[in-house]
């Protein structure tokens, strides 16, 4: 997010207070962010409830204590982000439909939901908005996909836009899309830190002891990362400086490449892909 300009948003409700949700509300309590009216979040526990409400502008309320706890975060809400399990959708939206505000946006977290499903169980004057976030938005370097419902207008898709670039970079795709964008973004962190605990598994073997390699390694990936993002170079020509020719890194590359390295990555995402499929019908 911009520093240098201050982003206001409307009155917004979490329903759900998991890791997703604290993320997003963590870049929301930023100084160069105000959200009128606060910030409501519902959990199931008190215990989850008590630490929301030690933040600033935020009130929290927990299913075990307060019956209509998401029927009263929602009232007057502008945005109603729901961050709760998929299966558990239907039912937090069938409790909260007649309470959402007329124009209200409820901005979806689930994977696997579709906007026809969500937009069939609120009232015709909510709008939908699907999006995609992923883990890195803990430390304000995420990447969220977007995809606007029917009745979303481009004010609603502003909003939403800049709600998540408190916690980074934002893209806007069709629904379509949006499945293929998480075996992407959504699941790539996880496929970087397997990166990162296979080259320290290899740096321990070559005689470097644990705390040795993870420096080596994390520093290196990072270092990477940030050259990269510095420079605005293709990665290809990053690495192309890099390898020296007939030097050690090109023998390196020329291993790794002969192992297929892109059908394997176009392999592992078709499986994800294939298994969100199965998850949005049920599976």
């Not at 949700?21 to 100084?31: D, K």
């Not at 959402?100 to 937009?119: D, F, Q």
């Not at 979303?152 to 806007?172: K, N, P, W």
């Not at 400086?241 to 297929?260: C, F, H, M, N, Y």
């Amino acid at each position: 997010m911009d520093d240098s300009r201050t982003t206001t948003l409307p009155t917004i409700a979490f329903l759900g207070g998991g890791s997703m949700a604290g993320a997003v509300l963590n870049g929301l309590l930023s100084p160069v962010v105000v959200v009128e009216g606060g910030i409501r979040v519902t959990t199931r526990s008190a215990e989850s409830a008590a630490k929301y409400a030690e933040a600033r502008g935020v009130t929290a309320y927990a299913a075990e204590t307060h019956a209509d706890a998401n029927r009263t975060a929602v009232a007057g809400a502008k945005l109603v982000v729901l961050a709760v399990k998929p299966f558990l959708v239907p039912q937090v939206l069938a409790e909260v439909a007649d309470a959402l505000e007329p124009g209200a946006v409820v901005v979806s977290l689930a994977a696997g939901v579709t906007v026809a499903t969500m937009e069939a169980a609120v009232p015709a004057s909510v709008a939908v908005i699907r999006t995609m976030p992923n883990t890195p938005a803990q430390v304000g370097r995420g990447v969220t996909g977007v995809s606007a419902g029917s009745r979303a207008t481009a004010d609603d898709v502003a909003l939403v836009r800049a709600l998540f670039q408190t916690v980074g970079a934002v893209i806007e795709v069709p629904e379509s899309q949006l499945d293929a964008l998480s075996t992407i973004s959504g699941s790539g962190p996880a496929y970087v830190f397997l990166l990162i605990e296979e080259f320290t598994r290899t740096a321990i073997a070559k005689g470097f002891t644990p705390e040795q390699s993870k420096l080596l390694v994390e520093q290196t990936f990072l270092g990477a990362s940030e050259l990269l993002a510095a420079t605005g170079e293709d990665p290809a020509e990053l690495r192309r400086r890099v390898t020296s020719p007939k030097g050690t890194t090109e023998k390196a590359i020329e291993v790794l490449q002969d192992a297929s390295l892109s059908a394997l990555f176009d392999r592992a995402t078709d499986a994800a892909l294939a298994r969100a499929r199965e998850l949005a019908a049920g599976a």
